[in-house]
């Protein structure tokens, strides 16, 4: 029954390489195909999850005696699983839009290969329970969104993927610090044994890794200041990918966090969320008034991550199962509402004259296609929190935790701080379906868009989950429940009684 | 107030969806409908229909109110929840009877405009929330409806979205009302934690709890602001005409009869639980008052006749606020009053201006005249109308200022506040005199202004719509006491009062104090309109603040911090890097601010056994490192940095890390070999350009480097200080690695065995930073033309090796002989990876370094001429999977994914020759070493020749396809073996 | 011994922050290598005993830890991947913006 573990990871590789071995024009069809087994097998590993009430673990070469790991160990929890099952549905999305579209970098005979790489990672490190392994998948994960940035027909693309990757390596060096200060504290790699250990007693070392790591999560989920890459990197990258790098990559800084404060650090957690806090009120501030300060679609709803992960971050901060919960549901709305506005801008700036998202440029495209006007509207609502879409139910959420965990300020700060969203969302709406063009420039003949099926589902999703959300918050409460008590992952990976009697 | 659960309640949720129905059968039907003035009637049906049901339910509706609650999200125990009362009642039937006769109206305002489905499909839905908005028996449910109203209003002003105005208006009314909208959720939120629960029926009846709560303040400020943006209240009014540049039949109906009484509304409905306190009253009172003056003083100043009936609003809307404010018995009979008095008139004088502005093309009042000729019915119901925005009796708005006079005077108030409300209700009711008179007398009477106006009269029908209002206005001034007609009122007032209402429609009620006051009032308001041009010229003369300015200096501020912020976005590498890491110390100093640094290490445990050799190499690394930073020009700063490699390696040697050292020569090598390369291709005015950059000392970057070196230092020193340690899993290796993988090297062991997953996608990195530079160099490159232009490239280049001319015929046979030598050497290194230093990695670099070094001999077209054989697509495939296959025979014969297998003894080939065994070990040494292979020729094949595609363009179809044909065949092959 | 081995490896680090900080690209890339080796270093000294054989069953004493060793491998791949991917980067920004200053690369402002 673990081996569920593997199918999110080794589908989406086997599927990456068999397709270096096909002929170009299958590996569009061949590819989302995988990735929608794929995500079933991630539906299914939460579905069983759900059923177990506990982890799934699986320690890979059954290395595991008297009670304690030796090897790798994987873990699916409700967390873990919950992530996996959000990247991979988003991520199936973003494969179905690429399978459309007409960039040049999908004809590529790498391309699918090197997106279903990001998959592997994305995963993987949501997935496995040993720190060194979760720097290798992150690895893969930062490689893979590199080049397929770097190759991005935008041709800003390749700068804003070597500066992401500079950052990059210096966060992989920060985890590398990290791991090597935590194998002198306490001799092993493994999450579950580390958490066991510093939580009898945490050394000055331990404090330091614990600073590193939450550096290199801040890097991961681009959070102020260590946001520098992402508005370049998720503009530039090719549309499919950065619908999913904004909505989904970045998450995997949040549920590092979540680690963090849940299992590796429980006894400090309360300096990581006031940390988290802080950063988060300031990303939202920011992120809000860069993104409306900017002057290119794609730009503009990269920003608004940054903004949008802030409120996570400050659910995190607030640290009560209520305020994490509605952190997680915010955390999946987010992703399902961002991706489907960046396919989106992707159409609009493939209907421009020129083929970018630049405000000038796509001024009054919208008119070419009123329909999809109608589906940017919903997302714009949902960006902006606006009833009845899902975006709503997590601002409410939210809010009232924040009632709940007694944080005035922040919720002021909050408050005031998300009628910037509805500022630039409705700007940018206004600016490509109402506003007019002068005569000379309409007259340019514009080019055929992509195909919109993903965005509409995806907007649909939003549309559904603000109607029928109890299903997502039922998950998410028992996901807050679950990582109420570290014990239960631990007694989950590790045969404590034998090791107790021992 | 006692609370009924009834099981039928669908028939209001029908009665909205009816509403939701029309907006999809106009918007399906919008080709089909006929464009001509049956339109209206027929869409018409929709909202009479659900004025039926709600009337009828009024009729039903006896002393409680009746409520309806569906499980939402049974997780948060949240519910949508319907409630039905006098006061729903009252703005429910305002909402669907005005509704309808908007939608008949409209049908004529929008004659022979066939594009018009749109805007009926808008104000269907913005009716149906503005229906549930009232009906809503829970604050979640209610505020849903009310984030509903706002948008749906933002499309009606955009309505007309080619004009700047249009647009205009419509933002400001949605960033002002939904901003107010989060306040009044963060506010309901508030309410609903107190009250333990969202539905009104608890938080009604939690009143004392909620006032005695210390977040009442706040929670009353919230909410207020929701209602105050929403209604149009001072400084929030400005929105309101800004909005007026949407089509009439929207202006008639949101911002006279239903949305601008949302705020009305709420604080009504909210009074029993939030109302009666110092607070409340304040707050209330001096917001209205303020809003009922300047909306009474600038409406005189408007030249558009939509603009006037926009601010007499306001000040009506001011009015009301005022009364909510008052805790009396009198001030809520006059609120129900008031609202649908206001309703009535309002909505027919917009209605008649909007048929004004049909027929004459302008709404000018300094142009209109004399319209009593041209459209008499007009001019019946307009005046009408307007005289009862003028309070005079005998109409319907004079009862309203008659109470209102009445309130203001009532002894409960402190003394001064009564006289000073008195003086302001009396000046507002002038200056509304004023505008009446206004509008009255500058477009129906005196004479034709404007000869250029010529007059295009529409179907008669179209007066039905203003006409009924107006006669209800008046019928209920008239009528003499419709005695259930008052008990409903009553009860409406009842319910927001919290108490018995008695409500009676009495013009006369003798020679009392409000009647003189309002005697007053009108005979001050004459006066004012006998000197208004004098009037607006004071007003003219007067310098006017306007808050739309301050608005525009709020959105003006934004807009400045926005470009502010987004200049941190510097572009500049060096300063993101630099912040980041100086945060990142930051965050670790902080982390462990707690202890004292000297906790992490003492000297006192440093032992001083010296190891030579170690000192040396260490001194090697140091100064090549360092000389890397000093010396000028970047060729031999490269090679000082092989050198430094090699420093590290000799450490790892002695550290004792026999493996580490020999791959860390190896990729050194490697590494030196390809940064040379990656000059070369730069170039020449840039590389010296780019060298005059060297050397330059940067303080900045000095502290952020020291700051980090500290770092590692502290750490190592406590690292290597403190050991001897525990490791919970070394011992296990080094005392189970032979018997449970059959590997003496332990390192090896953990590679492929225990840490097998690592290095699988370990070599899938590598693979993927192969076929990365392969589609960087090959594709993406070519796609922005990136590659020098021809002039660079030498065209020998193309032909021979890198070194140019045609290589020695010696050299080309000791590269020919190299390659077996190096394969040969490889597989030793895959076979004994296991037992001895040396793996897959290093036997894949070693046949790459060869393949690299055929390159250079026999130049780019030659050599893939000569290695057909090496297809890197197939290599890193067949590898990787390999490895997975390799796994997954693990799991079918351990059941355990990765877990090692002796191939050998399962086919019983036990005795190989020189200790050769057949272990996964061994087939994962031969994956590992053939992905890396794969993967370095690409790197190879790109970076030999980037610019191979400028010479023969190769579009990405081709080329591609035919290989990954071959390499399917091949992959068959092998797995026939298996 | 101990603090002359801590302090090397925090100057090499050190150092290779600095050469990344710098201006000319080759230099930064040159930086990044340091970086690496300066991790691995860091990571060898991570381990648990003060070895004096190397981690083989066949030899006995105090053998090194054999861990980080592995460790350092695979991270030593890792960096090797990503630096042919740097220096490819490097070739086309090189020739996109005809500059090799890190600071002239910075096209994306705003």
């Known amino acids: 029954m673990n081996e569920i573990l593997l199918l999110p990871i080794l589908i989406p590789l086997t599927g990456a390489l068999l397709l270096l071995l096909m002929p170009n024009h299958l590996r569009g069809w061949f590819a989302t195909g995988t990735m929608a087994v794929s995500l079933a097998s991630s539906g299914w590993l939460l579905s069983t999850v759900d059923a177990t009430g506990s982890a799934l673990v699986l320690h890979s070469g059954g290395w595991f005696f008297d009670g304690s790991p030796f090897g790798i160990t994987l873990v699916g929890d409700w967390l873990s699983a919950l992530f996996v099952l959000m990247s991979q549905l988003v991520l199936f999305l973003g494969f179905v839009y690429a399978n459309g579209a007409k960039d040049k970098v999908v004809q590529y005979p790498t391309f699918y290969t090197l997106f279903m790489m990001l998959v592997v990672g994305l995963s993987g490190a949501l997935l496995t329970g040993d720190l060194f392994n979760l720097f290798v998948f992150a690895e893969l994960l930062v490689i893979a969104g590199t080049i397929l940035t770097a190759v991005s027909d935008d041709k800003f693309g390749t700068e804003a993927a070597f500066k992401y990757f500079y950052i990059s390596l210096i966060a992989a060096a920060f985890l590398l610090l990290a791991c090597g200060a935590l194998y002198v504290s306490y001799g092993t790699l493994n999450m579950a044994q580390l958490g066991q250990a510093i939580g009898l007693e945490a050394t000055p070392l331990a404090l330091m890794a614990m600073g590193l790591l939450l550096a290199t999560f801040m890097v991961k989920s681009a959070t102020v200041p260590f946001h520098f890459w992402q508005p370049d990197f998720h503009a530039a990258a090719p549309t499919a990918v950065s619908a999913t790098l904004s909505s989904v990559v970045v998450k995997l800084g949040v549920y590092g966090y979540l680690r963090l404060i849940t299992l590796l650090f429980v006894d400090q957690a309360p300096f990581i969320q006031n940390v988290l806090l802080l950063v988060g009120i300031v990303g939202i501030v920011f992120g809000g008034l860069s993104a409306v300060g900017t002057h290119n679609l794609k730009r503009m709803l990269a920003y608004s991550t940054l903004a949008q992960v802030g409120f996570i971050l400050v659910g995190i901060g607030w640290g009560t199962p209520l305020s994490i919960a509605a952190a997680l549901v915010f955390a999946f709305n987010h992703a399902l509402i961002k991706a489907a506005m960046l396919m989106m801008a992707g159409a609009i700036a493939s209907r421009a004259p020129v083929k970018s998202a630049d405000f000038l440029n796509i001024t009054a495209v919208g008119k070419l296609h009123p329909a999809l006007g109608v589906f940017f509207f919903v997302g714009a609502m949902a960006l902006a929190g606006l009833p009845p879409t899902n975006g709503f139910i997590s601002k409410m959420l939210v809010f009232n935790s924040g009632i709940e965990a007694a944080g005035y300020w922040p919720l002021v700060l909050i408050g005031l701080a998300s009628i910037l969203t509805l500022v630039y969302t409705m700007r940018a709406f206004m600016r490509v379906w109402y506003m007019t063009r002068d005569k000379d420039e309409t007259a340019v003949t514009f080019k055929q868009g992509d195909r919109l099926i993903a965005p509409m589902a995806l907007v649909g999703f939003s549309f559904l989950l603000g109607i029928w959300a109890n299903p997502l918050i039922e998950i998410t409460t028992e996901t807050a429940l679950w990582l109420e008590s570290p014990q239960a992952y631990i007694n989950a990976v590790l045969d404590t009684e034998l090791l107790a009697r021992r | 107030m006692q609370i009924a659960l009834v099981k039928d309640f669908m028939v209001f949720i029908v009665a909205i969806s009816l509403l939701w129905l029309g907006a999809l059968a106009s918007w399906l039907l919008r080709h089909h409908l006929p464009a001509d003035t049956r339109r209206g009637w027929i869409l018409g049906l929709f909202p009479l229909s659900s004025f039926g049901i709600v009337l009828w339910q009024t009729l039903m509706l006896g002393e409680t109110a009746v409520i309806h609650r569906t499980t939402w999200i049974s997780t948060l125990n949240l519910d949508a929840v319907l409630q039905f009362d006098a006061l729903s009642a009252l703005f429910a039937l305002l909402v669907t009877g005005i509704g309808t006769l908007i939608i008949i109206y409209a049908g004529y305002y929008f004659l022979n405009d066939d594009s018009a489905g749109r805007f009926f499909a808008y104000l269907f839905l913005f009716m149906g929330m503005m229906l549930g908005l009232v009906l809503a028996g829970d604050v979640i449910t209610l505020f849903i409806f009310w984030e509903g109203t706002s948008i749906t209003s933002f499309l009606l002003v955009a309505y007309k979205y080619k004009y700047e105005s249009a647009r205009a208006g419509a933002f400001k009314a949605l960033f002002i009302t939904a901003g107010g909208g989060i306040a009044l959720l963060v506010g309901l939120l508030f309410l609903s934690s107190i009250a333990g629960s969202t539905d009104f029926a608890t938080i009604m009846a939690s009143g004392d709890l909620i006032r005695g709560s210390n977040l009442y303040l706040v929670t009353l400020i919230l909410v207020a602001l929701g209602a105050f943006t929403k209604s149009a209240q001072a400084p929030f009014h400005i929105w309101l005409p800004n909005a007026m540049s949407a089509p009439t039949p929207a202006s008639a109906y949101l911002h006279s009869a239903t949305m601008v009484k949302a705020g009305i509304y709420l604080l009504a409905r909210f009074n029993p639980a939030l109302g009666e306190t110092e607070a409340w009253f304040w707050l209330l009172s001096l917001v209205g008052l303020a809003t009922m003056l300047i909306g009474a003083y600038l409406g005189t100043k408007q030249k558009d006749l939509k603009a006037l009936l926009a601010y007499s609003t306001i000040s009506q809307l001011g009015i009301l606020m005022m009364l909510i404010g008052q805790d009396t018995e009198i001030a809520f009979k006059a609120l129900v009053i008031g609202v649908v008095a206001h309703a009535f008139y309002k909505s027919a004088l917009f209605m008649g201006a909007g048929i004004i502005d049909i027929e004459t093309g302008t709404r000018d009042i300094y142009r209109l005249g004399a319209l009593r000729q041209s459209m008499p019915l007009g001019f019946a119901i307009i005046g009408i109308s307007a005289l009862s925005l003028a309070g005079l009796p005998p109409l319907f708005g004079f009862l309203a200022k008659e109470t209102l006079l009445a309130t203001a005077v009532h002894p409960s108030l402190p003394e001064f506040v009564s006289w000073l409300f008195t003086a302001a209700i009396i000046v507002a009711a002038a200056f509304k005199l004023v505008q009446a008179g206004m509008i009255l007398f500058e477009v129906f009477l005196g004479n034709r202004k404007d000869e250029t106006i010529q007059h295009r009269p529409l179907p008669k029908l179209v007066f039905l719509a203003p006409a009924l209002p107006a006669l209800m206005s008046l019928g209920l001034g008239i009528l003499p006491e419709p005695q259930g007609l008052a008990e409903f009122f009553g009860a409406a007032a009842a319910v927001s009062f919290g108490d018995k209402v008695k409500v009676s429609f009495a013009l006369w009620t003798g020679l009392n104090i409000p009647f003189a006051l309002s005697v007053g009032a009108i005979g001050l308001g004459t006066v004012l309109f006998i000197q208004r041009k004098r009037l607006i010229a004071w007003q003219n003369s007067l310098l006017s603040w306007s808050f739309n300015g301050a608005f525009d200096q709020l959105i003006w501020g934004i807009d400045r911090a926005s470009t502010l912020s987004t200049k941190v976005q510097s572009g500049k590498l060096r300063f993101y890097l630099s912040v980041m890491i100086v945060a990142m110390l930051g965050l670790v100093t902080i982390s462990v601010g707690g202890f004292n640094l000297s906790q992490l290490a003492t000297l006192e445990d440093l032992s001083l056994q010296e190891n030579p050799v170690r000192l040396i190499s260490l001194l090697i690394t140091l100064l090549a490192a360092g000389a890397t930073v000093l010396i000028k020009r970047d060729f031999f700063a490269i090679l000082a940095l092989g050198t430094a490699g090699l420093g590290v390696a000799i450490y790892m040697a002695v550290e004792p890390a026999p493996d580490v050292a020999l791959v860390q020569i190896v990729v050194d090598i490697l590494a030196t070999l390809i940064l040379i390369l990656a000059l070369t291709q730069l170039p020449q005015l840039q590389k010296s350009a780019a060298e005059r950059l060297n050397g330059r000392f940067h303080l900045p970057s000095f502290i952020v480097a020291a700051g980090s070196g500290l770092l590692v230092t502290l750490i190592t020193f406590t690292a290597l200080t403190s050991r001897p340690r525990t490791s919970l899993v070394t011992p296990f290796y080094s005392d189970n690695a032979k018997a449970l993988t059959g590997a003496s090297d332990i390192v090896g062991a953990i590679i492929v065995d225990f840490r097998a997953l690592d290095t699988l996608i370990e070599i899938a990195v590598f693979s993927l930073a192969g076929l990365g530079l392969y589609t960087l160099m090959r594709f993406a490159a070519n796609k922005h033309q990136d590659h020098p232009p021809q002039a660079y490239i030498n065209p020998r280049v193309q032909q021979f090796g890198i070194a140019g001319p045609q290589t020695s015929v010696y050299l080309r046979s000791m590269a020919k002989i190299l390659l077996p030598i190096a394969f040969l050497v490889a597989s030793v290194h895959m076979l004994y990876g296991h037992d001895q230093p040396g793996d897959g990695f290093t036997a894949g670099v070693i046949m790459s370094l060869a393949v690299g070094f055929t390159y250079l001999i026999f130049g780019f077209d030659e050599a893939r001429q000569r290695l057909t054989w090496l297809q890197p697509f197939s290599l890193i495939a067949l590898g990787i999977l390999l490895v997975v296959f390799n796994g997954t025979m693990g799991y079918l014969l351990n059941g355990q994914f990765l877990s090692p297998i002796d191939y050998g003894g399962l086919l019983s080939i036990t005795t190989l020759p020189a200790g050769v065994k057949l272990s996964s070990g061994f087939l994962f040494e031969v994956a590992i070493g053939l992905a890396v292979l794969g993967s370095a020729s690409l790197m190879l094949d790109s970076l030999a020749r980037p610019s191979a595609l400028v010479i023969q363009p190769v579009t990405e179809s081709e080329s591609v396809p035919e290989r990954g044909a071959t390499a399917v065949s091949f992959f068959a092959k092998v797995f026939q073996r298996r | ?110």
């Open chain 3, 1 to 110: 011994m101990e603090l002359l081995i801590a302090i090397t490896i925090g100057t090499l680090f050190a150092i290779s922050i600095y050469q990344i900080l710098q201006r000319n690209v080759i230099r930064s890339a040159i930086g990044i290598i340091l970086l690496g080796s300066a991790i691995n270093l860091f990571l060898l000294s991570a381990g648990s005993v003060d070895g004096l054989v190397p981690a083989y069953t066949t030899l006995t004493g105090a053998q090194a830890d054999a861990l980080p060793q592995a460790l350092v491998l695979t991270a030593v791949v890792i960096s090797m991947g990503g630096l042919a991917l740097i220096l490819g980067m490097l070739y086309i920004i090189a020739n996109r913006y005809q500059t090799s200053d890190l600071d002239e690369i910075s096209n994306l402002r705003n």
